[in-house]
């Protein structure tokens, strides 16, 4: 037997707004503060830098995390393969 089961609250990326999130894409990884979702694309704001060797992921920080030159950074929800919040 299915259920059913409708949700009245956020969930996925936009349950994370104005938190810091990583997102885990195709070929990069990005850091920063979730600032906008749409069907499209996911804004990151916040000094959003991205990725190049994570260290162990249970460490608080990433090992190499590269700034980028400006305050907003567009990433393609299509290119996303997984996301969260590491404490």
């Known amino acids: 037997m299915l259920k059913i089961i409708e949700s009245t609250e956020p969930s996925g990326l936009v349950s994370l707004m104005g938190q810091r999130v990583t997102l885990f894409c195709a070929n990069y990884i990005y850091a920063g503060t979730l600032a906008g979702v749409n069907a499209t694309c996911v804004l990151l704001t916040d000094k959003p830098c991205i990725v190049y060797e994570t260290g162990p992921l249970c460490e608080k920080g990433w090992k190499d995390a590269q700034p980028l030159?400006?305050?907003?950074?567009?990433?393609?929800?299509?290119?996303?393969?997984?996301?969260?919040?590491?404490?």
Not at 73 to 83: D, H, R, T
Request: cysteine-free; overall charge negative.
């Open 69 to 87: 030159p400006h305050d907003e950074l567009y990433v393609m929800v299509s290119a996303i393969e997984s996301f969260m919040v590491l404490k």
